[in-house]
């Protein structure tokens, strides 16, 4: 049963009284619903009569034994992971995040279920989830992901009356993974990258006799416009043009968020586009054949040879970690670093919100490194400063205490 009671002010008469219902103070629900839940909250009112109203309406509401009370619905744990996916391909989330989402759900979760005897997904319970979520042998990162994935499931499943409340809000956060600042190419890397393509042989397979040069112009591209591999290798010819100025442009929307990108490039690396040999007339790399993520794939692939020819090194000579999307990143830090707002670089590289492109490149925003800088530089001079008039102030006061002095041995 719910009880009421009155959250007074400060400054009311009646602070002392929590019964007191003629004031004007917040009054507020306590106590335990019909269905077990402990209720401690605003009743959204300051009258004591509405409150009644509101807090019988929730006994009601709770009960469940009212013939009219919805049930959740019992679904076996195979079948809420069906609807889940589907939902999350009706959605259109991107390729990548269902195919995580499935292998999470599908490959890892379910067979945990089918080898403890779980057939329906209300018999699992907080402790079952604990016991599945240390069976994950991954990183901070990726265990946070998929913990987050596996609370979006159940918030699903509660969303769809299989259940009454999502048993993984119970479990404790793994720990917030450690922000790895953005690495980029510097334009000594860069150039090694660009000089490798030229020594990059044919390899059969996947690769064919004018893959360096295609390489070359791949990684042009994607430094000087910001395009992911996927947007890069499924780039179609018309795409590039000519604007009025005589510069050459690339406008398309972005594979993964859909968002429009309209970005000028050197004309050299125009031209080495313009150059490129492909069976396709309509595209610059990709053959049209087959899935555009397969042709993105076999370019992946062919970068990794092309890191071990450039031989890029750190500081301390151990080799370093490249992959394709660094170029995406240099194009990034560059702009920044050049002065660029960063609302307008999220604008180049198509995110949907500035805050994902804060999260990922604010440290190398000039303009902000600017501004801390000038607070850093302005808290170095107010303590001198400070320190500065109280010598003046003292020594000032030690002054007119000596003339004082003098006055008095005079007289």
Known sequence: MLHIYTRHAAD??????TQWRRCRCPKWL?????????????????????AERNARKKEVEA??????QVQPRRETVKEAIRMCLEDEEARGLEHSSRKKSRTLLERQFLPFCEARKFVHIDQLLPIDLTEFRSTWNNGEATTHRKHERMHSF????????????????ALKKPKTPDVVPTDYFLPKEFEQIVAATKKYAYGGGNDN???????RALTLLMRWSGLAILDATSLERERLSTNEDGDDQIFLYRAKTGVAVNVVIPNEVGDELRALPNPNPRYFFWSGNGDARSAAKAFQRSYWKLFKLADIQKPDGAPKRCHPHMFRDTFAVELLLAGVPIDQVSLLLGHSSVKITERHYAPFCKARQEQLAASVKLAWKKP??????????SSKKHAERQDSNGVKKSA
Not at 12 to 17: E, G, L, P, S, Y
Not at 63 to 68: E, M, S
Not at 209 to 215: N, S
Request: glycine share 6%; with cysteine.
């Open 12 to 17: 009311c008469d009646h602070a002392d009284n």
């Open 209 to 215: 006799e004018h893959r360096g040069q295609r390489l």
């Open 63 to 68: 009960d469940p034994t009212r013939v009219d």
């Open 30 to 50: 306590r106590g335990v619903l019909p269905n077990g839940v402990t209720v401690r909250e605003s009743a959204g009112t300051r009258s004591w009569e509405q």
């Open 384 to 393: 001198t400063q400070s320190l500065q008039k109280k010598r003046a102030s």
């Open 154 to 169: 159940f918030a699903f499943c509660v969303a769809n009356d299989m259940l009454r409340k999502n048993p993984m809000d």
